[in-house]
Every structure is written in structure tokens, then in C-alpha cells.
């Protein structure tokens, strides 16, 4: 049985590790006739060791964030790393006052979380990098293209409410007050996209981020906790949902899923983290293969949308990503 400190990866395959998998039935048969100790399976993961460090080394240490890094062809993962962080072999210690000193010193790190994985079970807040959900439903629709006109209003009125929704204040979408859809999701303006969502109704928003992977669970084989795209109230909520505030949420890894279905060319691959189990005796247990989740959208809305994203990162506001030796495609959103 899984011990109370169990979680993540050696948790979900602990039948394996421990030797109880349906798999490994004929080797229970055998230690029991032969009274041989019972060996667990060994798990190969697909995380890439030196990529994991790397991507450790970026984030700064006064920052927190989360770097996953995914084969869009597989499904993959080569790098899930999250600052702040711990070494688990700390905690991995005979002295239980040794232990207890180690945890209260590690439980004091402000945006540590010792049970569970903030790329996986931390939906937050995913600010307009939702945009590319919203953008898809507009694209699909048939009434959006990347050189459609917008108005593009400093601030939008919210029905039925006393607020406004305002573009960000130092960002550059103040520049035009109309502008083509390409410009404005590389400027990241918020009133278009508000304005969009309401005209194309709740339903449309729900489908979109639904083909992505929102308000579904996955096992990979860790459980992934659901980020939500919850009913709204009414069009103000939708507005601001739209926009990735309101109630929507996404974890890390849902995003990285938005972005990998996109490079893909809309074809979005279920994420796994196994490689491949072996036996005792180095025989193959399981080695997963590829698997579609969801043909999220046709290649030419994945193409319209890298075309916006490419100038998120050449003329707006991922600039910091442009890079002389490859293109890059990017979202950002600040909640």
C-alpha cells in the first residue's frame, strides 16, 4: 500500500514499483514457490535529466514559476520543473527529529508545496494567455480572420454592472482605437476579446477551451487536477473569463497542452511522463505509445493562430522572446 507520504509519480505507480501489477503475476507465483524476495518494476521516465536542470537554473530563485517542455509529436514530457523547489532525499532521513527540522524548515518557504505538483494540481488564474482559447472560438466561428477590423475602446462597459473593462494601461494597444485582430492579439488588448466573447455567447467560449482539455481531469499517469471554465452568471463574467480573470482557471501543464495543440497543428497529444516499465528482470512491462486527446482544430486555424503568436513576440508583448537563430510563437498574460 502507498505510504502516507506517497504522491506524485511513485504514487501512481506503486503497484508496479511494489510488484503487485496484474503484470507481474507470474513473478508473484514464482517468489512464492521459490521463497526469492519479491522485486518491484523499475519506472524509466520520459524527463530529460539535464534539460530538468537547465530548466531549474532559469527560473530565477526570488521567482516562482513553472517550465514544462513537451515533444508536441508524442505527447512527451521532457522537463516539468517548478521554483521554488526541494530535494525530496532531505526528507528521506532515518532521525525522525532530523525529519521534523528539515520539514518545518522547508513548510517556512513561502510558494513551497511539499505534497503536490504546481504544474499539475495549482490552477490559478490564467490571465490573457486565455486568449488563445477565446481566439480559437472567434477563428472558428467563421466571422473572425487575423486581418479582421476591431474596435479596440480604452475600456469597455460591462452590462448591467457599474465597471469597465479597460486594455492595459502601459501597454501599447492605447495607440488605435481600431486595429486589425493580429495587432491586437500581439498587443494583447482586452476589449475586443471581451467585446468577441459576448458577441459569440458562453457556449462558444465553453467549446473552445473544452477541446483544449478544460474541465476534464487526466492521468499522465499523475493526476492532473481540472482547470475550469465554470458556467457564468451572466455577459460581465464572461467578459472578464474571456480574458483569463473572472472564474476561469488553468494549471501550468493546460496551457502548455493549449500551446502544444497549436504547434501541432491542432492535433493535441495526450501528455505522459512514463517511458517505459520493466520487470525484475529487465523485461518490458508497458511502454506506452502515442495517443491523440483531442483534434482540438484544423491546421488552418493552428496556422492563424501561430501567425498571431509569431507577432506576439516580433512586434508585441512577448518581445523579450524574439530570438535571431529561430521563430518563435508565444502568448503572454499577466493576472
Keep these: 500500500t502507498p505510504g502516507p507520504n506517497q504522491s506524485g509519480i511513485e504514487y501512481a505507480l ?59 509529436r508524442t505527447g512527451e514530457i521532457k522537463v516539468m520543473m517548478s521554483k521554488p523547489s526541494y530535494d525530496t532525499n532531505e526528507l528521506a532521513v532515518h532521525s525522525t527529529s532530523q525529519f521534523h527540522e528539515t520539514l518545518e524548515r522547508l513548510e517556512e518557504v513561502e510558494g513551497l508545496h511539499l505534497n503536490y505538483n504546481v504544474a499539475t494540481n495549482n490552477p490559478i488564474f490564467p490571465g490573457s494567455v486565455f486568449k488563445l482559447v477565446t481566439g480559437l472560438a472567434m477563428l472558428e466561428s467563421g466571422d473572425y480572420e487575423p486581418d479582421t477590423e476591431l474596435e479596440n475602446p480604452s475600456e469597455l462597459e460591462l452590462p448591467l454592472t457599474e465597471s469597465t473593462l479597460p486594455n492595459f494601461a502601459d501597454g501599447g494597444c492605447h495607440q488605435r482605437q481600431e486595429a486589425e485582430l493580429n495587432w491586437i492579439f500581439a498587443q494583447s488588448c482586452n476589449t475586443p476579446f471581451a467585446a468577441a466573447a459576448m458577441d459569440l455567447g458562453e457556449e462558444a467560449i465553453l467549446e473552445a477551451a473544452e477541446a ?107 518581445w523579450r522572446a524574439d530570438s535571431g537563430r529561430f521563430q518563435v510563437a508565444a502568448k503572454t498574460g499577466t493576472a
Design 14 to 72: 506503486n503497484e508496479y514499483l511494489s510488484g503487485q501489477s496484474d503484470a507481474q503475476f507470474f513473478d508473484r507465483i514464482s517468489a512464492l514457490f521459490t521463497g526469492d524476495t519479491l522485486m518491484g518494476a523499475q519506472v524509466e521516465l520520459t524527463l530529460d535529466p539535464e534539460l530538468q536542470r537547465l530548466a531549474y537554473d532559469l527560473i530565477p530563485n526570488d521567482e516562482r514559476g513553472t517550465i514544462i517542455l513537451t515533444d508536441l
Design 212 to 318: 483544449y482539455g478544460w474541465n476534464e481531469a487526466l492521468r499522465i499517469p499523475i493526476y492532473v487536477q481540472p482547470s475550469r471554465f465554470p458556467e457564468v452568471a451572466d455577459d460581465a463574467e464572461l467578459a472578464r473569463s474571456a480574458i483569463g480573470q473572472g472564474s476561469v482557471t488553468a494549471t501550468p501543464l493546460q496551457m502548455n497542452m493549449v500551446a502544444s495543440a497549436i504547434g501541432n497543428g491542432g492535433t493535441l497529444m495526450q501528455p505522459q511522463m512514463v517511458d517505459t516499465i520493466r520487470g525484475s528482470d529487465l523485461q518490458l512491462l508497458s511502454n506506452p505509445e502515442p495517443q491523440v486527446l483531442n483534434e482540438v482544430m484544423d491546421r488552418s486555424t493552428a496556422d492563424a493562430l501561430t501567425e498571431m503568436m509569431v507577432a506576439t513576440v516580433e512586434e508585441g508583448t512577448g
